[in-house]
């Protein structure tokens, strides 16, 4: 990251370079490339402070994977297996749209999914016993019943620190 324009009464931060997301499990890492045409070398910066601070002169170029001008909220992902091969790539704007292997995944114009019952699924999946929604605590605070709230989470927690016991009584 760096900030530009400290000398001006806007200071703009911007992002660049990497980042790298690691799955232990399923052996792959994800890299996401923040602002891929962000030239961050000795020419870019020189421009971006001689010419470039003029009107419309601080462009960023044509993005390389979309057919419109380079922003700075693009970005690349690659996600690599095991072997360091890459198996999937991607990019898209933080403020519009997520393609991965040239499949959209996501647009900023896409509906919102509807929100159900507390506790339903849309895809009628069953969640885990240990769901944050199934939390005794968890309705009367959507009714605001504050202080049957207050019970069921006390009785919880009375329960988590006697099954602590257990657990430590048995190593």
Partial sequence: MSIEGILKTEKIQVYYKKGKITDLVNGIVGEISYNPNFNAGASGTAYRYTVGWLPGMNTLG????SERKARSD???????SSKNEVVS??????????IIDEKLFWRIED???KWNDFGVLNDGTKILESDTRNRQDVPPMIEKNWEEAEKAKLQLEEQQRKDKKLRASKK
């Fill in 62 to 65: 044509k993005n390389k994977k």
């Fill in 74 to 80: 693009d970005f690349d992902i690659k996600i690599y």
């Fill in 111 to 113: 509906e919102l999914p």
């Fill in 89 to 98: 790539e991607g990019y898209g704007c933080w403020l519009s749209h997520l």
